[in-house]
């Protein structure tokens, strides 16, 4: 497996973007194709898990200031959840985040995969709500990196 930064645009990134439907969208009944996704143009960062030519799992950072950084999303094709996909996509991550000398990473995950962060050294902050974008139980989370 291979995590690599994808580009806007590239054949790699439409395959993200069925990936994303696929695991984040399609189970509400919702389509990514009606997402606002300007800021993967320039702002955003995605990153891909392929092996081969497969995708395996996408996630994105956003610059959120100059001390942290934000996971947009993180999905991983059900064949591969429990395959250490996810793990390998969030440690790119913070790689990068750190390399540009970002302290902290947040997100807002699904209660359903706090989990997973938890494993993976995130602790939660805030309370349990509903999101206005997917209507099912959320938390934030966030990790100090070093």
């Known amino acids: 497996m291979e995590v690599r930064i994808i580009r806007y645009g590239t054949d790699d990134y439409q395959k993200t973007l069925i990936l994303r439907n696929e695991v984040l969208r399609r189970p509400w009944r919702r389509s990514i194709y009606d997402d606002d996704l ?5 702002k955003d960062v995605i990153f891909g898990a392929f092996k081969e030519e497969d995708i395996l799992g996408v996630g994105t950072l956003s610059h959120s200031d100059n001390k942290k950084i934000r996971i947009k999303y993180l999905a991983v094709n059900s064949k591969n959840q429990g395959k250490g996909t996810g793990s390998a996509i969030l440690r790119a991550m913070e790689n990068y985040a750190r390399e540009l000398g ?7 995950t699904r209660l359903s995969v706090r989990e997973f962060y938890l494993k993976n050294g995130y602790r939660t ?9 997917i209507p099912v139980k959320h938390i934030n989370m966030e990790k100090r990196i070093p």
């Open 38 to 42: 300007r800021s993967e143009v320039d």
């Open 102 to 108: 970002y302290k902290k990473i947040i997100l807002e």
């Open 125 to 133: 902050t805030g309370k349990i709500f509903i999101s206005e974008v």
